[in-house]
């Protein structure tokens, strides 16, 4: 802009002086005229002056016109330098806006990224959830059915020992034996759990001729007497720290049952019929150690 008004003021100048000096020229050539007539020559000075500040005057008038343009022509283009200026700053706003736009995208596609990994994580762990939950269900139908076949089996061994205990009883019962013999008869069996009789009487139900899964003793009968001694063995001796029934029968000496590992028979035991009972007369004495 500033090389534009110094070109202009250079232009004016120069125009100036042209003019000035094509006056100076004017007036010599008007002196060397004088010398042939003064008279003739009178009247064309005059017109000749008056159509030099004509002239003048419309040489200044161009001149402003031109320099009204001039400055037209720079306020145009001190408003295209502004338009320009403005320009650049939308465009710095219009890059500014496009880089956080672009931050922004980004961010979003890391955190969509990210989500999308705990979603397939989260499917993945529902689906090992879905799987386990399945793999249990199969468990528990299979151990109900296992359940219900024990209690069936149960059941079943429960109806068969009840049975054998009655088909015993009703032996015993039609069993006769005969005078004769009473003195000099014996039998061998096992008697099974003993059972407290109130107030504190302990008896034995029965009597089985052969060894049954319930059986603790073996005994020996003459008559109405038996003399009874415990089973011996590891399984004997875990039995008797767990059943309390069976103590009933015992007179213990020694450590105590929970600690004891071996067992030893000291005096059997003897009990009376009476009746369908055999009651115990005497406990059988046994000494526990460690």
């Known amino acids: 802009m500033k090389t534009l008004r110094t070109f202009t003021i250079i232009v004016t100048l120069l125009i100036i002086g042209g003019l000035s000096m094509a006056g100076c020229e004017d007036g010599n050539a008007s002196n060397n005229q004088e010398t042939i007539t003064n008279n003739e020559q009178s009247e064309p000075q005059a017109k000749d002056k008056s159509m030099d500040s004509n002239e003048k005057k419309q040489v200044l008038d161009s001149i402003n016109v031109l320099v009204s343009q001039i400055n037209n022509l720079i306020d145009i283009s001190t408003e295209i330098t502004n338009l320009k ?11 500014g806006f496009a880089v956080m736009a672009l931050l922004v995208a980004a961010i979003a596609i890391i955190k969509l990224n990210s989500v999308q990994k705990r979603v397939n994580r989260d499917r993945n762990e529902l689906e090992g959830l879905r799987q386990r939950i399945r793999e249990l269900k199969q468990q528990c139908q299979v151990l109900s059915s296992t359940i219900s076949s024990i209690e069936s089996a149960s059941r079943i ?17 039609h069993t006769t034996v005969p005078e004769d013999r009473k003195c000099t008869y014996e039998r061998h069996g096992y008697f099974g759990l003993p059972i407290q009789m109130p107030p504190t009487d302990v008896y034995f139900y029965k009597l089985n001729d052969t060894k049954a899964y319930d059986s603790r003793f073996t005994v020996t009968i003459k008559d109405d007497e038996a003399e009874f001694r415990p089973l011996e063995g590891t399984k004997y001796l875990n039995d008797l720290k767990s059943n309390d029934a069976i103590k009933l029968a015992l007179d213990i000496q020694g450590c105590a049952p929970s600690v004891a590992t071996q067992m030893r028979v000291e005096a059997p035991g003897k009990a009376r019929k009476d009746s369908s009972r055999w009651i115990i007369t005497k406990k059988v004495k046994i000494t526990l150690s460690k």
């Open 157 to 173: 061994s429960a109806i068969e020992q009840q049975h054998q205990r009655q088909t015993a009883e009703q032996q015993i019962k």
């Open 85 to 95: 200026r403005k320009s650049h700053l939308f465009d710095w706003i219009s890059w």
